[in-house]
């Protein structure tokens, strides 16, 4: 049989979407392990440097290397994965990238070392890259029913949150019973699992109408991202420096003629197509000003609860777990909302509680221990149900043979808005702590000790504990005031970020009506969330009302010169691992 679209499950002359059942449930569970890993991996080396370092003896340069391999690794070739998962076949493209992540972790955990520490660090952020757009663009398959698709999204997002929490608990765990490659090889169990259901769990789909993979587009990619990243990540580190600017200046330039080229290209790597459909334009927007907001505003809170408050790793670690409960009980309340209020309502609200999470941190005193954790609670409530459904809609607005490169272009600004967040909100709140500590350096203090106190808040910490009993103390106050200020500044840049969020996710996507009352109130009828009967009534791809067409990833005159093709319905995903459509061969699904 014939199934059908579910972006508009009550439009006319369509049936209601398949809903999922439990193998696909089942499916959710084993792609969300491979979600909370990738973020682990993030987190956990940096409680093993101290040891790799006295093992390795990396050079400071080498050990940079170590520990930002891996995320450029996975910026760089987000958007090349997503485009080679909708031509391969995106649980064919998973499982190998499962199989090099298990392999990469064994490599990094015997490292004998810190060039083969690299390239291990290297093969996995290349794994990396495969993993994660992959497993969110087969829940867009996998989870036909607009509702239904919510929830699996929101769960799998929610497995990033865990796995941050955990992350520091976990490596902190392992290495206090084994050696530093130990942290590693605690991947090597979950894509063993990943590669024995994911045959019988996780369905094939490749874009029925996709051609092959323009190796110049996927040059190009690398060229814009990698650079970028790389020149922003140093502007956060080092400062304004002419390599820095110069790596952010060709990044941005290989980008723009990255797109001019996906502008040409009859199957693109980036439909941009997709940009003039609200919920993905928008929903993008809101996701990478989260990242920035949100990474930013985490490293600073994390270091105030130790240097500030005075914890241990260990026990700061947990007083952010009640932030990540928080983050669980505002998604399963948004999830419950969107019944019967529209998206645009709920995601604008959670992102209102966020900044005010937001201005509670920025209210919080050097002593006001419980108020911080407070806010960090209300933020998170307010972050992490804004991200599920931002995501969501992300997903949601683009047709299942764009999924794959929809999921890498949202990955990909989810990475850029975090590393800007770092380099813009970080040097916000590093500037204002060393313009108060020039101006309030207790009077005495050594030249040596002053100049290494204005740098950062460890090193006046640090200086401070060298120095006599009462010019030591007054060091610390100055220091610790100083970087409560810093944080304060950031967090109400933040939470004027998130409101102004909030105002354009209301006014914006107001049309969106809540899951299962079909359709939206756009110009045209039953527009949906990808499109069909949109500006000009004709069923086209996400964002391309314009095209009047069911082609995607091609202009009106290419699809004209072309011929016919595959139309929407053609890409209709299969339910359950190796199945057809039956009346439908050729329409993307293999066994």
Known sequence: MTTARSDDPSGPGREPAPRAGARQWLGLA?????????VMDMTVLHLAVPRLSADLAPSGTGLLWIT????????????????????MGRRRLLLVGAGAFAVASVLAAYAPTAETLIAARALLGLAGAT???????????????????????SAWMMCFTVGASIGPL??????????????????VPVMALLLALGPFLLPEYRAPSAGRLDLASSLLSLAAVLPAVYGVKQLA???????????????????????????RLADPFVDLGLFREPRFRVSLTALAALSFVMFGINLFIVQALQLVHGLSPLRAGLWILPGSLGGVLGTVVSIAALRRIRPATVMAAVLTLAAAGLALVSMAGRTDFALLVTGLVVMSTGIAPALNLGTDMVVGSAPPDRA???SAVSETSNEFGGALGLAVLGSLGTAVYQTRMRQEMPGGTPGGAAEAAE???????????????????????????????????MAVTGALITAVCAV?????????????DGGTDSAGGAGGADGAGGADGAGGAAGTGARGDGETGRTREEVDAAGPGPTAAHAAPATGPGTTTGDRPGDGRTP
């Open 30 to 38: 084993v792609l969300a392990l491979p979600a909370m890993l990738i």
């Open 68 to 87: 930002d391999i891996y995320g450029f690794m996975v910026a760089g070739f987000l958007i090349t994965m997503g485009a080679l998962g909708d031509r």
């Open 131 to 153: 993993l994660m757009p992959s497993t969110l663009s087969l829940l867009r398959v996998m989870f036909e029913d607009e509702r239904q698709r919510t929830i699996a999204i």
């Open 170 to 187: 976990v490596g902190g765990l392992l290495l206090e019973h084994f050696w530093w490659g130990a942290v590693f090889l605690a991947g």
């Open 237 to 263: 580190r080092d400062g304004l420096g002419p390599l820095p600017v110069v790596a952010v200046l060709a990044g941005t330039a290989a980008g723009a003629v990255f797109l001019r080229r996906q502008r």
């Open 404 to 406: 794959g490169a929809a």
């Open 455 to 489: 740098d950062t808040l460890a090193k006046a910490l640090a200086a401070a504990a060298r120095l006599p009993g009462d010019l030591g103390e007054r060091l610390v106050l100055a220091g610790r005031e100083a970087f409560t200020l810093g944080l304060a500044v």
């Open 504 to 516: 354009l996710v209301a006014t914006t996507l107001r049309h969106v009506r809540p899951a299962g």
